[in-house]
């Protein structure tokens, strides 16, 4: 049972994906993350015995704290972070009992080299329309929520990734790219081990919007018309990006949380009455 120190594993996993998730702490000892190289999305790793260094770059973000059985380490972590003003809880057991609940985790061997701030760095075409804005949201919310976006000339994209140590995706010729019938969007959920049933549902909007096929998502003029519309509003590309995210979220919300509901007024009723 969760305590005011510490969150269940099923409240976690409903924050992941959200505005509202907190900073993710992995503590796991290194020969427990050897034994399981894989990461509860958006965490990144840290080590317990330079708590002190890094808890500064903290200051105002709630933060959850796992190690392998939520015990000693996060909780000795947890409350060194309380100690220095931050507010830390810790996962109620662990990794283990995240991965025993059967939820995503992302491969540690899928995730680009960070630089000297840990932040994964990405760089793809200017002017971003779909799959270049679900790419960036997916890549905030589930795989690292500091990761850096560089768009650039699109015959720049690679000389650029190539110098500044960034990752190129949504180009031709890349990892991240389409595959098939699959955009990037897509690639990007299966390589990251995210494809939940909310996820694919966004997947295919993303697809239907991105490829033109518009006939494999009910949803997915919406999407394009808002794609759209968001690219002739902003000149600046990460203004965009920022907006963008936000209406993933609402996207992401809906595959999740209200696929069911219907808007019912004016009510058959009100309609007859008049």
Known sequence: MSSYASISVEKLGRLIGTANVPVLIDVRTEEDFKADQRLIPGATRRSHDRVAEWASGLTGRSIVVICQKGKKLAEGTAAWLRHEG???ETLDGGFEEWKSAKLPLVPVSKLPARDARAHTIWVTRSRPKI??????WLIRRFVDPNAVFLFVAPSEVAAVGERFGA????????FWSHRGDLCTFDVMIEEFGLATPPLLRLGEMVRAADTGRLDLSPEAP?????????????????????AGIALYD?????????????????TNKSRAST
């Open 222 to 242: 919406g999407l394009m018309a808002a794609s759209l519309g968001l690219s002739r509003m902003y000149d600046d590309d990460l203004a965009q990006v920022e």
């Open 86 to 88: 931050l507010r830390a």
């Open 131 to 136: 799959d270049r804005i679900a790419c960036p």
């Open 167 to 174: 990752v190129p995706f949504d180009i031709e010729n890349v």
């Open 250 to 266: 609402a996207f992401y919300r809906w595959c999740r949380d209200a696929t069911g509901e219907t808007h019912n007024w004016p």
